[in-house]
C-alpha cells in the first residue's frame, strides 16, 4: 500500500508541521549565522547554506548572501512573516518556485543579482505586495512570463540588467503600478514588441544601453508617458528617422557610441521637453537645427566626425539663438580641427571657395563678409559698421542687443532686423505705446525689467511674432490692457514679478494660448475668483507667491494644464481644496508661510491622484487631521511641513510612494512615545528628517541621532497585541509606554553625509524649475 513517495511525502509534512509548530522564542539564532536582536536582524553570509536557515519569526532583516541555495521552493518563507529586507546575492538560485515568496507580504527590499536564474514564472512574485526594490540583475534571464510582475504594485525599481534577454513580449511588465526606474541595459534585446512596455504609467527612468537595438523601437517608447530618462545608448541604430521619439515627457536621452550616421531633423519633434541629447561617440558629420525641443540645453555631439563648413552653420545659428549649448569638436577642415563647436562662430562655417553659405542676403551678412575677408579669426574686430541705435550695443554674432541702464526715456529703434535677444533693463520708460517695437519680427527675448512702466498700450509688442520670453518684472504696473499682448501669441514665459497688479489678469493672457511659466510673485492680488478669468490662461506653472492673497474661490482656477502652483507667503487661511477641484494634473504645489494653523480632513482630495510635491512649511500649523494627507495615497513623493507648531504627525505610511519627508523644526517630545516614528524612519529606504523640540536638551537634534530610544522598552512595539509592526498613530499618545529597561544599542542611521544633504536639499524649500533664460 505505501510506496516510497508516499512514505517521503509524510515525511516532508511531518517535517513541515515539526519546524511550523515549533516554538518560537526570541533571542533563537540559527546556526551559522548572527543575529541581532535590536535590529530584529539576521545574517549568515558565505556559510555554504543549501537552505534557507529557520530565523527568528519576528525577523526584520534576513541577509542570506554567498550560500548555495539553488532552489527556492514554494512558501520558502513562510516562517518569517515580517521580513522587509532579503538579500539572496549570490546563491547560485537555479530556479524560483512559483509562490517562493508567499507570506511575505511586508518585504520592501529583495535582492536575487547574481545567480543563476534563466525564467521568470507567472507566479514567482506572488504575495509581495509592498516590495519597493528588485533586483535581479547579473542573472541569466532569457524569458519572462507575462504577469511574472503582476502583483508588484508597490515596485518603484526592477533591475534586470546584465541577463540575456533578446526580445520583450507584450504586456510583461503589466501591474507595475509604480515603477519609476527600470534598468534593462546589458541584455541582448534586438526586438521590443509593441506593447511592451504598456501600463508603466508611472516609469521616469528607463535605461536599455548596451542591447543590440537597431531601430528606435518609437511604438514601444510611445507608451512610456512618464519616462524623463532615457538610456539608449551602445546599441547598433545607424539612423533616426522622423518622429522616430515620440515621449512627450523625456527630458534626458542618451544615444552614445552607437553607430548613427544621421538623423532626422524631425527625429525629436514629439518630444518637446527634451533639454539634454547626447548624441556623442556616433559617426554624425553635420546636422541639421532640430524641431520640436523648445527647450534644448545641451546637445553632446563629443567624438563625432563633425565636418565644420557652410552646412554646419544652420546648426550653429540655431544653437546660439535657442541657448543650447554644443558640446565636441570640429575634425575638420584641417584649420578648423579639434576647434571646439561651442567656439567656432557663424562665420567660420563656409564652404571651399568663400561662398557664404545657402542664400544669406540680409544686410549684416554683407558686413561681415567684408569684415572678415581673409581672416578667419576676424569675428573678434569692432563692427563699427553694424546698424545700431546710439546708446546700444548690437553683436552680430550672437544676435544680442543691449541698451541696458542707458537712461533712455523712449524705446530706441533701429536694431539690426535678426537681433533674438534685446536688453533694455534699467531705463525709464513710464509708458509704452502701441507699435513700440518695430522690426524686431526675429526678437525671442525681450528684458524690460526694472524700467518704471505704470502702463502698456494694446498692441505695444504687436510685430514680434516670435517672442517666447517677456521680462516686465519690477515695473509699475497696477492693471494690464486687455489687448497688452496682441501679436504675441507665441510667447511661452512670462515674468510680472514684482508689479502692482491687483488682479488676476486673466482677460489679457487670454491672448497668450502658448503660455508656459507664468510669473506673478510679488504683486498685490488679494482674491483669486472665477471671474479673474483664471481657467482663460494655461501655464503649466504658475506662482503667485507674495501676493497678500487671502481668498481663493471654488473653481477659481480651472486648467488642466497646470502642474506647479506656487501660493507661498499669501496670506491664505486654510487648504484651497475647493479651488482645485478643477486641476486634475496638478503635481507641485506650495502652501508655505500662509497662515493656515489646521489641515484639515481630505484636504487635498482633489489633487490626490496627481500630486508629487507638497510644501507647507513655516505656516504655523497646530494640527493636521488624521487623514488630512490619506488621500494621497502612493503618488505624494516629497513632503515638508518643516517650521510648525506640530506636536503629533498623522500617519504616514499609508503614503507609500515618498521618497523624502522634511518634518524638522516642530515641536515633536523625543521620548519613547516617538519610538515609533524612528522605526519608521529606518524602515524605509529614503530619507525622513525630523527634530527634536523637547525635553529642552534634546531640542533641535536629529530624531535619527538621538539615544533616548536606547532605553525604551523594547517590547513596546514589537509585542503589541495583534501588531508587530511600529505604529505610527502611537506618537499621538505619549505616555502610553513604559519607562527604560532593557539596555540596548541604539541602532545608527544608515545614510552617508552626503546622500543626507542631498535629500535635505531636495526636501526644502519649493524648487522652482522655472525655465533660465535660453539665451
Ligand atoms: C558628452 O559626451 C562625452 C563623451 O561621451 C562625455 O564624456 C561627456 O560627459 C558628455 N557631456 C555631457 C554634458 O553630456
Ligand atoms: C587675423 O586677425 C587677427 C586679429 O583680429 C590677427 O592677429 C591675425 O594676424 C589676422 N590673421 C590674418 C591671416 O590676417
Ligand atoms: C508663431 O505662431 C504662429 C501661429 O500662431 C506660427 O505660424 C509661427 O510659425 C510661430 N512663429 C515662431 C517663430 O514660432
Ligand atoms: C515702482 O516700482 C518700483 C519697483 O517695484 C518701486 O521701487 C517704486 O516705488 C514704484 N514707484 C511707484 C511710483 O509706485
Ligand atoms: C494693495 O492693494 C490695496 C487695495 O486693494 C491697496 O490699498 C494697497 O495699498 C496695495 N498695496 C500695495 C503695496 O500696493
Ligand atoms: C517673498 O518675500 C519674502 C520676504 O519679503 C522673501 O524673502 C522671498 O524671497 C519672497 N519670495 C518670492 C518668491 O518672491
Ligand atoms: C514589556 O515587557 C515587560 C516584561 O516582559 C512588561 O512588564 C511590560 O509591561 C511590557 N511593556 C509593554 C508596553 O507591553
Ligand atoms: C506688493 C505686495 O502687496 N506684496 C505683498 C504680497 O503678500 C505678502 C504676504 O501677504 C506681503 O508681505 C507683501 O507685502
Redesign the pocket.
Known sequence: MFTPQMLLLSAVALLLLLTLSSPVKTGKCPKDCSCDNTKLSVVCVGKKLTEIPSADEITVKLDLRNNNLQILPRGAFLHTPYLTHLNLQRCNVIKVKEGAFHALGRLVFLNLAYNKIDFLYQESFDGLSSLKELHLDHNRIEEIQPGAFSQLGHLNMLALNHNQLVYIPNLVFQGLQSIKLLRMGHNSLNNLAPEAFAGLYTLSRLSLDHNELQFFPTQAMMRLTEVTHLDMSYNTMTYLGEEAVTMRKLRHLLLRHMSLQDLSEQAFSKAPFLSHVDLSLNQLRYMEPLSGPEKLDILNLTGNPIYCNCYLKPLKEWATAKGVKLLGACTEPPHLSEELLQEVTSSDLRCHGGSQSLGEKEEEEEQNKEENK?????T??PKQRVKCPSNCKCDIETHHATCEGQGHTKVPRGFPAKTQLLELRGNHFHYLPALSFPGTGKLVSLHLESCGIHEIEGGAFQGMNSLLYLYLSDNNLTLLDPKIFAGIQNLTYLHLEGNQLTQFPGSALSLLPNLFVLHLERNNISKLEPSGLLSSVTPTELSLSNNSTNVMARGALTSASIGCLYLDSNRLTEVPTSALTKTPNLEELSLSQNPILRVGRKAFQPISQSLKRLYMDHMGMEKMSEDALQDLGSALRHLTVRGNQLKELPDLRPLTGLEGVDLRDNPLLCDCALLPLRRWMESVRFEVTATCGNPPDLRGQQVRDINVFASCSENASIKQEGSREPKLSTITKPGSLKPPKVKTRPAKSKLSKSSKKRLQKKSGTPKKTMNKMAL
Not at 374 to 378: E, L, P, V
Open positions: 581673409g581672416n578667419i579669426t576676424a573678434a574686430k
